[in-house]
Each structure stands twice: as C-alpha cells, then as structure tokens.
C-alpha cells in the first residue's frame, strides 16, 4: 500500500474505556513501544536544546497534549530535572490515568503537577483567558498529532502557537521501515489491539515537511525544525524568535 499520503483511521485505545483491561494492557503496550523507539530520549535532547536560552530562576511551565499516563514526561523529568530542579506541569488528557505513584514521583523531583482532563480540540476551541496558563514555556506532544486530518490538526497547532514559546512533538514516522517496525512489534509480546494501533499511527504518521507547512499558514517569528528522528519517528521543534 502507498505511504505517499497521510491516512487517519481510528486506534482501538482511543475507543476504549480507561478501566477497560484491553485498554491497561495497551497502555502497558506502549510503555514498551516508547522505550523500543526512543521517545524520552529524543524529547528530552530536543527539550535541552529549545530551552537553552531560558532563564533557569524561575519554574519551568510545560504543557503535555495528549498525556495519557504521564510515563513519557516522568522519564523527561528525571533527564532534565537537574537543569530545571522546578517546573510547573500541566497533563492534558481526555481521560483521567496519571496514577498516585506518578504524582509522587514528580513532587520528589520538585515539578507541580497538574492534570487537565479535557479533550485537545476543546481546549484548543477555548479563549486564551480560560486557559490555567496563558503561556507555557514549552508544550509537548508524544504520539498525539497523528490522530488528527489536517484541518483538525491546523485548528489545534494554531491554539499551540498562541499558548507557548516552543513547541516540541515526537511523531510516527510515515515510512516503510517504520511499517516494517510495526508488523514486527508481536516480537515484544504486545496485544492484538496494539499491533493494530500500531499500523494505523505509521500510516497516519508525518514525512518531509509536513507539519511545518501547516504550521506556518500566517505565523511568522517561529525557527522550524522538522527531521525524522531515531529508526522510526518524525521530530517536529517550533522555537519562538520573540517574546508573545
């Protein structure tokens, strides 16, 4: 099949209920698929890197799209802790899955940690003045953007551009050695509905520039980088040039 256009179809997690026991086993799924293609680690180089003219005085304010169950940041966390020792941070999900031990393990690193249950599109939809934070310092999306068509996604990256100073989002790559990669996930011993999801997020997934050009639509003062990252993912960093 050509992997020359994006092709959004539903995943079977996104359809479940959170107490679902097919639901906890592909969150535990993709717990092990974040490991395998290294998301925290390209997250947290680029996070380093987006921020390394920041002032370190105050809290670091970070927004995390599509959150689910806070592991991705947790790890990021503990990469970055050392440089920003205080961080504000906001996990926005349409559902409610960050576990008591995640909160600790944040609070021990000294990060707030605040989950905002609601789903991206409407808080995009909202007037900036309802937000908890008019502008964060950095908002972060894990596996997230390729849920949604362009238009959706046109929609949401505006809201993003008007609520941050960097924007920093690790996608599946739309490629055959990322389908490739996919079809040889029940090598990790991982359910049917994760290999499943797995297929339908490369096949929605980004190449190229993709996600610049819909970014770019009447937004200027933003440096784009846009690069395939690791075996499998697209990596996609929108720095301010100016204060908002």
């Given amino acids: 099949m050509s992997l020359r256009r994006r092709a959004v179809h539903p995943e079977i997690l996104d359809e479940l209920p959170a107490a679902d026991p097919r639901a906890v086993r592909s969150r535990r799924d993709l717990r092990r698929v974040n490991r395998v293609i290294g998301s925290c680690s390209i997250l947290s180089r680029s996070l380093r890197r987006s921020l390394a003219s920041a002032a370190h005085h105050a809290p670091l304010r970070i927004l995390e799209l ?14 970055i802790a050392t440089s920003w020792p205080a961080a504000e941070l906001t996990l926005l999900d349409r559902q409610a899955l ?4 995640t909160g600790t393990a ?13 789903d991206a599109v409407e808080w995009a939809r909202a007037p900036t003045q309802q937000q908890p934070e008019q502008c964060w310092d950095v908002i972060l999306a894990n596996l997230f953007l390729h849920h949604f068509e362009d238009d959706c996604l046109r929609e949401l990256l505006s ?9 920093i989002a690790c996608e599946p790559r739309r490629s ?18 994760t290999r499943h999801d797995a297929v339908v997020s490369v096949r929605a997934g ?5 996600l610049s050009r819909i970014w770019s ?22 720095v301010r040039g100016e204060p908002p």
């Fill in 66 to 79: 599509g959150a689910g169950d806070g592991s991705v940041t947790l790890c990021i966390a503990k990469r």
């Fill in 98 to 101: 960050i576990a008591g031990p």
């Fill in 106 to 118: 944040f609070a021990h690193l000294g990060w707030t940690l605040q989950p905002l249950i609601v």
């Fill in 159 to 167: 809201a993003v551009a008007g609520r941050c100073n960097a924007f």
């Fill in 176 to 193: 055959f050695p990322a389908l490739t990669g996919s079809l040889l996930l029940p090598a990790l011993g991982v359910s049917a509905d």
């Fill in 206 to 210: 980004f190449r190229g520039n993709e």
């Fill in 217 to 238: 639509t009447r937004r200027t003062g933003w440096k784009l980088t846009e690069r395939p990252a690791g075996l499998f993912s697209h990596l996609f960093v929108a």
